[in-house]
């Protein structure tokens, strides 16, 4: 196994963050077949409009590169994150040590494995597998955690053509060519593919792009064939046309959650109320239930938003939890928000 990657120059420990209401893990194994899609008068009236608490406060990743996406595995107990991988790092094979730059047009990602509580556990590298804009955890009774993410990045973008998983594995570093992989291209030809699982029903919300749009579509997982994935929704991305970036989205059930928005700037003030705007959508009937303007955590700087995931084993019940960005570029910290969803 190739050795852990070491942390890159000037780079402080990692603080330790705080996680608050969490209940004992929750048991992630697939099993049992999928239940059946609701009707959208089956919708229920969960509101997204109160702000998030925090819930990890001034996280850090092994690179001084921004949260991209995260997801949680409550069985075990840990928290991964993706981020795009800093300049000035070489790894053993490379000829030399690449720019951020470099590392972001050839999609080369680092796969953090953090504590519920913030400490750093593990890290990993994903060579050419994209831009990191959603993260999936797998965990079956008995076998290891698998990791799902988007997979082969373009050469024009950066972002993946294709979906994959894989174990964690500490310290290695891994090519669209590893054999620990399995992959799909769920739609050939497509691009900006990413990945978001709903472990308890046994689905997968995939993004992705024809001809330039985005689309969402939801998958049944259990249905992961060397053909493809079977799909059980299929809808345009709601809120495209607004412009702004895709930061993350999460699946609960038949709803999926959508984080769009940029960090402040001069298109942006802080003295504005920002431009985060999060979404609930109905899958089934591709309805947008909700969309709000998040005024979540207005006093950090930059608040770039990035990242959703679902909290499952809260005391009060799912949470939806928000990554919110922080510090000066090259030394970036993050912050998890949380919300109820029922």
């Known amino acids: 196994m190739t050795p852990r990657p070491p942390p890159p120059n000037r780079r402080e420990a990692l ?42 406060r ?53 796969l953090n494995r953090l504590s519920l509580d913030g400490t750093l556990t593990g890290a990993m590298y994903l060579l050419g597998f994209g831009h990191g804009g959603a993260l999936g955890v797998q965990r079956a009774a008995g ?44 739609l050939p030809g497509s691009t900006s593919n990413a990945a978001a699982l709903d472990p308890d029903a046994g689905r997968l919300l995939l993004r992705y792009k024809v001809a330039g749009e985005p689309r969402l579509r939801l ?10 994935l079977r799909p059980l929704a299929d809808l345009p991305q709601p809120g495209a046309a607004l412009g702004l970036p895709f930061q993350g989205m999460a699946l609960h059930a038949d709803h999926a959650y959508q984080l769009l928005g940029s960090a402040y700037g001069p298109a942006n003030p802080v003295s504005s109320p920002g431009n985060i705007r999060l979404y609930r959508i109905h899958l089934p009937s591709g309805k947008v239930e909700q969309q709000i303007l998040d005024r979540t ?46």
């Open 58 to 110: 001034g996280g850090r990743l092994l690179h001084g590169t921004v949260l991209q996406s995260f997801a949680f595995d409550e069985r075990d107990r840990h928290l991964y994150a993706l981020q795009l991988m800093q300049g000035g790092v070489r790894l053993d094979g490379e000829s030399h040590a690449r720019t951020h730059a470099e590392r972001v047009r050839r999609g080369d990602l680092c």
């Open 297 to 342: 955590a207005r006093n950090l700087v930059p608040r770039e938003p990035e990242g959703l995931a679902v909290l499952t084993s809260s005391d009060t019940g799912p949470l939806l939890c928000m990554g919110l960005t922080q510090g000066p570029v090259g030394d970036k910290s993050f912050s998890l928000y949380a919300r109820p969803l029922g």
């Open 219 to 228: 998958v049944d997982l259990r249905c992961t064939t060397p053909g493809g």
């Open 143 to 186: 076998r290891d955690t698998m990791l799902w993410t988007e997979w082969d990045a373009s050469p024009a973008s950066g972002y993946g053509r294709g979906i994959c998983r894989f174990p964690f594995i500490d310290g290695a570093v891994l090519t669209p060519d590893s054999r620990c992989l399995t992959t799909w291209r769920p």
């Open 15 to 56: 603080r330790t963050g705080a996680i608050v209401a969490l209940a004992a893990a929750v048991d992630l194994a697939l099993a049992g077949p999928p239940a059946a899609l609701a009707s959208p008068s089956t919708a229920d009236s969960r509101s997204l409009a109160s702000t998030g608490r925090i819930l990890l």
